[in-house]
């Protein structure tokens, strides 16, 4: 049974930092994509980033580029989140996900639907 265990989640000052893991079990991982979602209150579950199979590639949203960075453990199973330069609106549930990871589309994987497997999220907050 495949589980993925999202940590490192809390409140930070706005310009701080924060990392995020998310360690995965049941299978292995390397030729899947692993990503972060988020959602905040009231809004639609937003692609944050993603390191394609193997972790060959990573993409970013545009609200997080330059500030946020993906990485991988391919022995561990887990992918990390580093977040830096924090805002307010960076204030979410932050969502780890894995799925089918070999595609040269972008909007493939920014898609949720993309994915089959969820973390049970962790909660971000960012106070001003």
């Known amino acids: 049974q495949v589980q993925l265990v999202e940590s490192g989640g809390g409140l930070v000052q706005a310009g701080g930092s924060l990392r995020l893991s998310c360690a995965a079990s049941g299978r292995t991982f390397s030729s899947y994509a692993m990503a972060w979602f988020r959602q905040a209150p009231g809004k639609e579950r937003e692609f944050v980033a993603v390191?394609?199979?193997?972790?060959?590639?990573?993409l970013y949203g545009d609200s997080v580029k330059g500030r946020f960075a993906i990485s991988r453990n391919n022995v561990k199973d887990t992918v990390y989140l580093q977040m830096s330069s924090m805002q307010s609106e960076d204030t979410a549930v932050y969502y780890c996900?894995?799925?089918?990871?070999?595609?040269?589309?972008?909007?493939?994987?920014?898609?949720?639907?993309?994915?089959?497997?969820w973390g049970q999220g962790t909660q971000v907050a960012v106070s001003s």
């Open positions: 390191s394609t199979w193997s972790g060959g590639t990573t």
């Open positions: 996900a894995v799925g089918p990871g070999r595609s040269y589309d972008s909007n493939y994987y920014k898609s949720p639907g993309t994915y089959t497997y």
